[in-house]
């Protein structure tokens, strides 16, 4: 149990226990001994805070409403700043990215240590301090707190001192935030009381409770009984059950088997640990045997039974009687869930996955032959708070009113209080706090401060937090807007910036020189203070003056405008074609006012041209002060467009842009369709292809097969297809070849790129036109007359089953004999007849077919039978040592006997070795003889010859023995 324990302890801690660690010499990383507990991932910063690790949400057992029992509220904190990453360059309030979670310490723990993590970003840094219960906790004054960063380290914790509910405040110059309340719980399992336990005795029949009285435990336990000596265990059935509301073992009829020793184990769900009663004897009295009698209910579910969604409900009821009663579940007035399950022989209802829908009026019935018994109940679902409207950082005014509002929901409906800098935020005149609804009229500096509202209900609280800030300041202006000349040019408006900051916001007036200006149809103050002047003359020109005042203070800016005449613009040429390969110059002259200087800005098709990075086709020609060139070189199609020329100088800006037309090569047509397909034609479509400013002239159509060499022009109908064309038939195509297409432009410039390939398709099947070549004869073995062919390529074979028809007849015949060969690879065909006489004439020719008919046949070739393999042995056959190592072959063979030899195989052996391991050699054409060489000395030889030819092995020559020479 000990390594189980630990493995699951290692699962849930968190990252910074190891910089704790480091901190706290003899702190093991991570805490084995802390159950911690998970962040839910639903909520928008941390979640709802989730039941400890090793608690039940189902009702049912230990702990739910009724029951003692820790409480284990689920709250998350929300910053407006979830979603926003404060800027590091800005101040701001405390915002928590960690809190403290609900953590059970077993007290046989090994480990003596309890860390609770909290962690706060701000700027400045925040500091830390924890609540126990509402009481701030004396980390200084005690030696077993430590506080690191912002976790609090307990050692040696125990549960007098230590269990209940913890909070961490951080805080900052701009105040202070609370966090989530984490409770801290003691796992253990005390011993049972060790008085024995007096016997329990019951008629046959009767029934009977046998009562657990677990000792002292937290958190919850599991029950179990054992029936006279463990590990032997009471199975739970119709008659027999173990409540895990009250530990107490039911028997609904007592029957002998029954008789024996009892003994309850508890077991810890923490911490593993089990502990037995002292033993309770049952007997049965003497005194008769008990009747029947209807049921009565001893275990049922409370009246009200409250679960949260999501979790799931385990509902008990059992009943004694005689006969054994029945249960049964019912929903009054609905039916019950279908996903509910019956467990324990029907005493146990379970409903996972509680949804409001699951709510409502639960009844239990034990019945019997005597009669029967009911229990209802209502079952009631809860939601925990979740957050509908949240706050946001806000900055105000000093005087302004601040509103703000956070919605909540949940079920019972959740109510609302607010707090500022972690505690209760006092009722003034000037505050209202209505339905989560909080108003600060007239605000000043006092109110600035960190907030936190409170959304909750008897199941649990979240927390919403943000920054007020206050702004109290004497207006300024940024160093951009200081002392700054303006040039505009004639008749345009002109914007003199004026955006002071303070607060509250100050006003605005404006002077030129030492006039004040007013208002009319050409010069107003913008809302932010900016002044606007339309349609600026030389009259406008002078020393501005902009002055800002708030009640804090007062400043002023100072502003200089100079009135030009505008600038106009002249390109030239406005409109050119070239054709691809050749060069324009664009020239682009500035007529400006002479205080102004001028620069010049090239644009393609709106957008800056690259002269580094276009290839070396531009060229940007500066000759003039008030005039540049655009140099275009080597023209492409993609050059083509709007050229723009921009003129700035420092007061104003004017463009014009010219128009050059490219003449090149077609583009590709658009995507190519096979509209129809027969055995020997496609009828193609496609869409034009751009002409490039050239009219396209013709087009010309392309195919490629698997039995082409790449791409090839192909005949078409009509055999010239004009520009004005957007379809044509290509013929002369090869039955059943898988074809694409596709199709090139030519205009009088050049050929265009061709267009994407069409899909590829197969032409119809048709009868074969290609008939087989070079028919002719090979040897073979006797009575054989071996026909052979060159295969026709699959480009021609025309469609599907292709095969070969091979005819023939003995030569000066009438009457073809034919057989069809079915492999389209076959490459020869063998005739076998015992009565044709070697060397017999045959007249042969070859034919093709396929699914849709036969083909045309070759020419008629004459080709004769097989002589067979030889029929005579070799003759006179002699051998003679040469050498040591050498011996001379020599025979005879009869010329005219039957199958001409093509060699001779000559085979030799030593006398100590087997004819059947004999070596060989082998001759060609008509050689009588042969050297063996490489033989050993002194050594006797066994000899042997027989001729060969393509049809196989003549007979075996008459067996010769010599003896090779001695080494000397």
Request: one cysteine or more; charged letters at 20%.
């Amino acid at each position: 149990m000990a390594s189980s324990w630990k493995l699951i302890l290692f699962l849930p801690v968190t990252w910074c226990l190891s910089e704790y660690a480091k901190a706290l010499p003899g702190l093991p990383t991570p805490y084995a001994a802390l159950l911690r507990i998970k962040k839910s991932s639903s909520s928008p910063l941390f979640g709802a805070k989730p039941r400890p690790r090793y608690s039940s949400p189902a009702l049912g057992t230990p702990g739910w409403p009724g029951s003692p029992q820790p409480r284990y509220s689920p709250i998350s904190l929300y910053h407006s700043s979830d979603a926003f990453k404060p800027d590091e360059s800005v101040d701001y309030g405390p915002v928590f990215v960690q809190e403290p979670d609900d953590i059970i310490f077993p007290t046989d723990s090994e480990e003596k240590k309890v860390a609770l993590s909290c962690e706060a970003h701000g700027d400045p840094v925040p500091s830390y301090r924890w609540l126990r219960n509402g009481t701030e906790v004396d980390w200084e004054g005690d030696f077993r707190y430590r506080l690191l960063d912002g976790t609090l380290v307990i050692s040696s914790p125990s549960e007098v001192k230590d269990a209940g509910h913890y909070q961490c405040v951080a805080s900052n110059t701009f105040g202070s935030v609370l966090s989530r309340e984490a409770t801290l719980q003691f796992a253990y399992l005390g011993n049972f009381s060790g008085r024995t336990r007096s016997a329990v005795s019951v008629r046959d029949g009767q029934g009977v409770v046998l009562l657990c009285s677990p000792p002292r435990h937290s958190p919850e336990i599991v029950y179990s009984w054992v029936f006279n000596e463990f590990p032997s265990f009471v199975v739970e059935d119709s008659r027999r059950f173990v409540s895990q509301q009250t530990g107490n073992l039911y028997i609904s009829k007592v029957q002998s088997s029954d008789v024996g020793s009892y003994i309850c184990l508890v077991k810890n769900t923490v911490t593993n640990a089990r502990v037995l009663s002292p033993p309770t004897p049952l007997t049965l009295r003497s005194d008769g045997v008990m009747g029947e009698y209807e049921p009565k209910i001893e275990v049922h579910f409370p009246p009200v039974v409250a679960a949260a969604k999501g979790t799931t409900v385990k509902m008990e009821c059992f009943a004694l009687g005689n006969p054994v009663p029945t249960i049964t579940w019912t929903k009054v007035s609905a039916a019950i869930p279908g996903k509910a399950r019956l467990r324990k022989s029907q005493a146990v209802l379970e409903i996972p996955n509680l949804q409001l829908e699951d709510a409502g009026l639960y009844e239990c019935r034990a019945e019997n032959s005597r009669g029967r018994n009911a229990f209802r109940g209502q079952l009631q679902i809860y939601t925990y708070p979740h957050w509908v409207a949240k706050l946001n950082d806000t900055e105000l005014d000093s005087g302004s009113s601040l509103r703000w509002e956070c919605r909540a929901a949940g079920q019972p409906r959740p109510a609302y209080r607010w707090l500022k800098d972690g505690a209760p935020l006092p009722p003034q005149s000037r505050v209202d706090m209505v339905n989560g609804v909080l108003t600060i009229h007239g605000v000043n500096r006092s109110d600035a401060g960190m907030y936190q509202c409170l959304a909750e209900n008897e199941y649990g609280a979240i927390h919403a937090s943000a920054q007020l800030k206050i702004l109290a300041s004497p207006p300024t202006f940024a160093p951009s807007q200081l002392k700054r000349t303006v040039v505009v040019t004639r008749d345009r408006e002109v914007v003199l910036e004026c955006r002071p900051q303070g607060s509250p916001k100050p006003t605005i007036s404006w002077r030129k020189g030492d006039r004040a200006l007013r208002e009319n149809k050409r010069i107003a103050i913008l809302p932010e203070g900016s002044l606007r002047i339309l349609s600026a003359s030389r009259a406008d020109e002078g020393a501005y003056a902009c002055r800002a005042e708030n009640s804090f203070g007062t400043a002023e800016i100072l502003a200089s405008l100079w009135v030009k005449e505008p600038t106009r613009i002249e390109l030239t040429p406005k409109r050119t074609e070239l054709t691809v390969g050749e060069s324009v110059v664009l020239n682009c002259k500035a007529i400006h006012d002479a205080s102004l200087e001028v620069t010049f800005h090239w644009t393609l098709q709106g957008q800056p041209i690259d002269f580094e990075k276009d290839g070396g086709h531009f060229e940007s020609i500066r000759a003039q002060a008030s005039s540049a060139d655009l140099m275009i070189r080597n023209i492409l199609l993609v050059h083509a467009g709007r050229y723009g020329c921009r003129v700035q100088t420092t007061a104003d800006s004017v463009s014009d842009e010219a128009e050059l037309l490219v003449r090149g090569p077609p583009g590709p047509p658009g995507v190519v369709i096979v509209e129809e397909i027969t055995e020997s034609t496609a009828t193609l479509s496609w869409s034009p292809a751009t002409d490039n400013h050239s009219p396209v002239s013709s087009y010309n159509l392309q195919a490629r097969s698997p039995f082409s060499l790449g791409w090839q022009t192909v005949n078409t109908v009509p055999e010239v297809i004009t520009g004005d064309m957007e379809s044509a038939m290509a013929v002369d195509l090869s039955p059943w070849v898988e074809y694409e297409f596709r199709v090139v432009a030519t205009n009088g410039i050049g050929t265009g790129d061709p267009s994407a390939p069409s899909r590829a398709i197969r032409t119809r099947e048709a009868v074969p036109k290609t008939a087989p070549t070079n028919v002719s004869g090979r040897s073979g073995r006797r009575r054989e007359l071996v026909i052979a062919w060159e295969p026709v390529s699959e480009e021609f074979q025309n469609g599907a089953g292709f095969g070969y028809i091979v005819a023939f007849r003995p030569n000066g015949t009438r009457g073809w004999k034919e057989k069809m060969v079915t492999s389209a690879e076959a490459a020869q065909f063998v005739y076998r007849d015992e009565s044709v006489p070697p060397r017999t004439p045959f007249e042969v020719k070859v034919g093709v077919y396929n699914n849709r008919g036969d083909g045309p046949f070759s020419p008629t070739v004459l080709i004769r039978s097989a002589e067979g393999e030889p029929s005579a042995a070799p003759t006179d056959v002699q051998a003679t040592s040469v050498s040591v190592s050498e011996i001379l072959v020599a025979w005879r063979h009869l010329a005219e006997s039957l199958g001409r030899p093509q060699g001779f195989e000559v085979g030799y052996w030593k006398d100590t070795e087997e004819e059947g391991t004999a070596e060989t050699v082998k001759t060609r054409g008509n050689e009588s003889f042969v050297v063996l060489t490489g033989l050993e000395g002194n050594t006797l030889y066994h000899i042997t010859v027989r001729a060969y030819n393509g049809a196989g092995y003549g007979p075996v020559s008459g067996q010769v023995s010599v003896v090779t020479k001695k080494s000397r």
